[in-house]
């Protein structure tokens, strides 16, 4: 019975594996980031010459913005209005759906040195000023500055900033900090290759390079995807992303939520189960007291569970290939 159940995770857990996505190698070999909008356009940005391409689902070029210096996305979960921000500019464009820019903000003349900026909506941004050590609220539609803080932190792999219901959320490499506007911190934990925030309604998610993880009050960092092997991962409502060996990958969060729910439900069973009082025999041959050999015994359930996994191993990288 428990090699039936087994069997059946192994199965179910490979399931959530949906589909390749026909976006050839030459478009993802280079790729710094890649984004993915709720519509299912991908957009994926390129250091060597950067550029930053939008394709539909089908791999269709949309639209394509050769900048002249690094920028960084900062989200593509509204398409019509994509904001990008670059220290080395020190501005903030916003483009189009077809990747046209359709304004441009400039710091240089009003502020000190930015080191980020966040767009909270179509009227206001936040700005870490490294110059003054303080963090701006500032309206670019009519040009004001509406608020002013003290926030000396630390800038050292300053990968981005997020502002939400007054709490300030600074990723860099290897930890997220949450701050009050009052520069108190609240909490602290360390990641691995921290990349960018995504806010969804009340939820804040960190993307690395490999793993989605969630912030949760009061308990944590809790992962909702994660593959030590992918080398660019993102998600939208409906599904995760990931580019792994220079192909694109399409993963249902419905189902990978299911496979994780199940993999813990394993390990909960396993957990309960009664221990044995019979000491682990070694795996070597001893003699009984008439000197007889027993022989170890035949591990039948392992060997058939090892021959189900290489079995659905296979299937995959079959579907896959």
Known sequence: MRLIYLICIFIFCSSAAQKVLPLDTLKLKEAKDMLADDYGNLYIYKNKDFSFTKYDSLGKQIGKMMLTVPYKVQSVQNPLNVPLFSENAQEMKFVDQNMNEIQRIDFKQKFGF??????????????????????????????????????????????DLLVYESKVYILTKNHIRIYSLKFEKLFEAPVNNGKRFRRENDNILVITNNSILKYVPEKGMAVLFEDLDAQIVDKNILSYFEINGNKLYLYSLEKVK???????????????????????????????????EIKPQD???????????????????????
Do not use: C, H
């Not at 394993?266 to 025999?281: C, G, N, R, V, Y």
């Not at 039948?300 to 290489?310: C, R, V, Y």
């Open 258 to 292: 299911k496979a994780r729910q199940q993999k813990q439900l394993e390990t909960q069973l396993e957990a309960i189960q009664p221990p044995t009082d019979k000491p682990a025999e070694s795996a070597e041959e001893k003699p009984n007291e008439k000197g007889e």
């Open 114 to 159: 930015i080191r980020m900026a966040y767009a909270e909506d179509l009227q206001q941004l936040w700005l870490l000023d490294d110059s003054t050590k303080r963090l701006i609220q500032y309206n670019f539609r009519n040009d004001t500055t509406i608020n002013s803080f003290p926030f000396d932190v630390s800038f050292e792999d300053f990968m």
């Open 299 to 321: 591990n039948t359930l392992e060997k058939l569970i090892q021959d189900a996994s290489e079995v659905q191993t296979a299937g995959v990288e079959k579907l896959i290939n």
